[in-house]
């Protein structure tokens, strides 16, 4: 069955100038945090957004519910292009987009309920009638396995795990269509965060919600997710359903990530091969000409220092952006 | 050669705990293990489970108050190091012993050199001269693969990058070429591409230096590789104890059955729902006086809420705290 697609992001690019002074005036380096990229989401399914720090995955994510002002490019979110909405017309909009936040312990207001965290969000969207919206919080409670007695404490009184999943709750209160989960397990322990992974795959199950999930954890997006979007310096590298990317990683780049992340099975670890790259991420204000990888890339030939490869669809919902793939 | 050698380090029933204003948390509850020269020891637990509060108190690090280390011996190459004075320790520290934080970034100073952070350890415990120190720290900074060490040496820490502090935090741990390097969490803050470097590393030195590892993490697939032995903790106790292949291949703790099942893996070929541990770790400050898993765990018995269970060896080197193995209880299986 083809899926409609709900999100589609065209050449959307945010760049930070950067400020200084006591004037405050730009100067002149301008930081490119997410660099003309795009891509599709189809309704129901999870994309995953990979990379290491500061490769633009939490920008993206932010600049799609327009937490930042895009700089340029489009996000077609059903069928309206979101990124030239006013904030009173994206109100509307905001609704269906809801976020997850990485932090589960700065993301709630401390002086809040339960109850008022939960009923915030359909109070600023008007949704449901006022007595209404207590049995609403309740229910949502409910579905994500906390006691409906929760509702009268404050978060400092909840475990990591249980304040991820009032985060959850506090987006579930509006049906939204769209999660953009940033992170959301990362501050988790390994036997908690398999809680919250599972419920957010009944939740999808339940109310067909569509995710972008944002890690740097391959493992975990490669497990929640149905495509993979491989990001560096701001870029997309590569994009491949989620089965192909540890079997026929193509990128360079993806191959180094996916050679990193260790497997907890010491017969195949202390034996695998194992890519290094060198060094670490350059810095996105002086970017490489050319491609981006070139530095840290074994591959590199002349044509990478002097041409940016552009992203090419190798094979059916495969994608690289690499002129080793070039016909 | 197992079990002849005389190991380096020995934990014997160690017990550490924090006095606060609500209550005794027993972090540590008579832990005990000993490490072989040259060996990697991996310490596997979550968040609260005495990992960190083991590692602080074999450096002696544990800060009065609220910490105390209320019992055990910590012997190195036979000397208690729980029975010595501050100053004796001191000598210690850092020359036979020494530790790699989690967080670089606060455990650097950020106002001194890079190159001054290291010589005040040689300085300290070496009797050299001040152009030997600096020979001696360029040297080590390019064995921890750092490019153009000398410029290195007259940086500020916050002009590095988070893999590269960590590098110099590892030969700053390895200056004085110790006996024990207790690694907390080495590669927690730094990406998987760094992690991978950082393990690469600490393999490497780990031959080249002779030193032990005692690697603590919360995250089982980075033990796999660097370590022969594996200590899985769990509410401050030690629920299992084997060599790699033992721990992986053949766990018996159903909490190891359980954190070996919860984390996907990038080789997985079908996609399959995780398995959780159901609940929460229990609350150190009235730790149940049973086993203390048994009101996770989807195997407990009547007598696991009563008695902690005694350690069963199974094997050579293989012990697990755990009442299903002992001979009157019902057999399962760990559903794979």
């Known amino acids: ?327 | 050669m197992r079990g002849k050698m005389e190991p380096v380090l020995r934990v014997k029933d160690l017990k550490t705990e924090f006095f606060t204003y609500t209550g005794v948390v027993k972090a540590v509850r008579g832990i005990d293990f000993s490490v072989n020269p040259g060996e990697a020891v991996g310490i596997v637990g979550e968040s609260g489970c005495g990992k960190t509060v083991t590692g602080l108190s074999i450096m002696r690090l544990i800060t009065y108050p609220p910490g105390k280390i209320v019992s055990g011996e910590v012997s190195l190459d036979g000397t208690d190091l729980l029975k010595l004075s501050e100053s004796e320790m001191r000598k210690i520290r850092g020359a036979k012993i020494s530790m790699i934080f989690q967080d670089p970034m606060t455990s650097l100073n950020p106002a001194l050199t890079i190159g001054f952070q290291l010589s005040e350890m040689l300085i300290l415990h070496k009797n050299i001269t001040k152009e030997e120190t600096k020979k001696k720290i360029i040297e080590l900074l390019s064995m921890v693969r750092i490019k153009s060490p000398e410029n290195v040496f007259n940086q500020y820490p916050h002009q590095l990058s988070g893999g590269m502090r960590q590098r110099a935090m590892i030969a700053l741990a390895l200056s004085c070429e110790p006996k024990i390097v207790i690694a907390d969490e080495p590669t927690t803050s730094v990406d998987v591409t760094i992690q991978a470097q950082i393990l690469n590393l600490l393999q490497d030195l780990k031959s080249r230096v002779n030193s032990s590892i005692i690697l603590i993490t919360h995250n089982l697939a980075v033990v796999a590789g660097l370590c022969s032995r594996i200590i899985v903790m769990y509410a401050g106790l030690i629920v299992e104890e084997g060599n790699d292949r033992q721990v992986f291949d053949n766990p018996k703790h159903p909490y190891t059955w359980g954190l070996l099942r919860a984390v996907p893996r990038v080789d997985e070929q079908e996609k399959e729902r995780l398995s959780t541990i159901k609940g929460l770790p229990p609350d150190l400050m009235s730790p149940p006086k049973g086993c203390p898993f048994a009101m996770r765990c989807s195997y407990a018995m009547k007598i696991c809420f009563e008695e902690r269970p005694p350690y069963f060896n199974s094997e050579e080197g293989h012990r697990t705290m755990c009442w299903l193995l002992d001979k009157r209880a019902q057999k399962v299986k760990r559903d794979e």
Do not use: W
């Open chain 1, 1 to 327: 069955m083809e899926n409609e697609i709900i999100l589609e992001v065209q050449s959307l690019k945010k760049y930070f100038s950067i400020k200084s002074g006591l004037f405050a005036s730009t100067v002149g380096d301008t930081v490119k945090a997410v660099d003309d990229i795009s891509f599709k989401v189809k309704k129901g399914e999870t994309v995953g957004l990979v990379g290491e720090t500061g490769s633009g995955k939490t920008t993206v994510g932010r600049t799609i519910i327009k937490l930042y002002e895009p700089t340029a490019g489009s996000i077609i979110f059903e069928g309206i292009d979101i990124a030239k909405l006013n904030e009173n017309e994206m109100k509307k909009v905001r609704r269906k987009l809801q976020m997850i936040f990485q932090d589960p312990y700065a993301s709630l207001d401390p002086r809040l309920t339960v109850e008022d965290i939960v009923k915030e969000p359909m109070e600023i969207h008007n949704l449901y009638k006022p007595n209404e919206r207590k049995e609403r919080a309740t229910y949502i409670l409910n579905l994500l396995g906390l006691d409906p007695e929760h509702l009268t404490r404050f978060p400092h009184e909840f475990s990591g795990g249980q304040r991820q999943r009032i985060g959850l709750a506090r987006a579930l209160a509006v049906e939204p269509e769209f999660i953009v989960a940033d992170e959301p397990v990362s501050a988790l322990d390994v036997s908690i965060q398999a809680q919250i992974i599972n419920t957010f795959e009944d939740l999808q199950e339940k109310f067909n919600l569509t995710y972008l999930f944002i890690s740097h954890d391959l493992a975990m997006v490669k497990h929640i997710s149905n495509s993979i979007i491989v990001m560096y310096l701001g870029r997309i590298m590569e994009i491949a359903p989620s089965g192909e990317i540890y079997k026929k990683p193509l990128h360079p780049y993806t191959q180094a990530l996916i050679s990193a992340v260790p497997i907890p099975d010491p017969k195949v670890e202390k034996s695998r091969e194992r890519i290094l790259l060198e060094g670490d991420i350059s810095s996105n204000i002086k970017l490489p000409k050319g491609c981006r990888f070139r530095p840290r890339c074994k591959y590199a030939m002349d044509i990478c220092k002097e041409v940016e490869p552009v992203l090419e669809e190798t094979e059916a919902g495969h994608s690289v952006a690499c002129h080793l793939y070039k016909k």
